[in-house]
Nanobody, 130 residues
Framework: QVQLVESGGGAAQTGGSLRLSCAAF????????MGWFRQAPGKEREGVAV???????IYADSVKGRFAISQDNAKNILYLQMNSLKPEDTGMYYC????????????????????????WGQGTQVTVSS
């Protein structure tokens, strides 16, 4: 049974940086569409960034230029480097995986829809203060 475990969350000030990691325990094919999602209290879960088996990336408009998604296939770890953090980045951050190499929804914002993703971690909290 595969598990995704996130780490690296915490508290940061506006303008600060955090790096999230997502480790896969158990067998997980090295080339899958994977992504980071977040959910603020009282809001729906939203896609932040996804990366496919060919390392093509898609970002939500709200994080473009500030966040970077990457993966270490040899170690089965997914990363999210978050820079220039804002209070509106506060939320629970989840990593997730599809069961295919290429992201459903094509190479557009549609790929950020949580509905496509079948395997989820339990999340790591990020809190950004002003």
């Amino acid at each position: 049974q595969v598990q995704l475990v996130e780490s690296g969350g915490g508290a940061a000030q506006t303008g600060g940086s955090l790096r999230l990691s997502c480790a896969a325990f158990g067998y997980l094919p090295s080339s899958l569409c994977m992504g980071w999602f977040r959910q603020a209290p009282g809001k729906e879960r939203e896609g932040v960034a996804v990366i496919d088996g060919s390392s093509r990336t898609i970002y939500a408009d709200s994080v473009k230029g500030r966040f970077a998604i990457s993966q270490d296939n040899a170690k089965n770890i997914l990363y999210l480097q978050m820079n220039s953090l804002k209070p509106e980045d506060t939320g629970m951050y989840y990593c997730a995986a599809e069961s295919r190499e290429y992201c459903s929804g094509g190479y557009s914002a549609a790929a950020l829809r949580p509905v496509w993703y079948t395997l989820w971690g339990q999340g790591t909290q990020v809190t950004v203060s002003s």
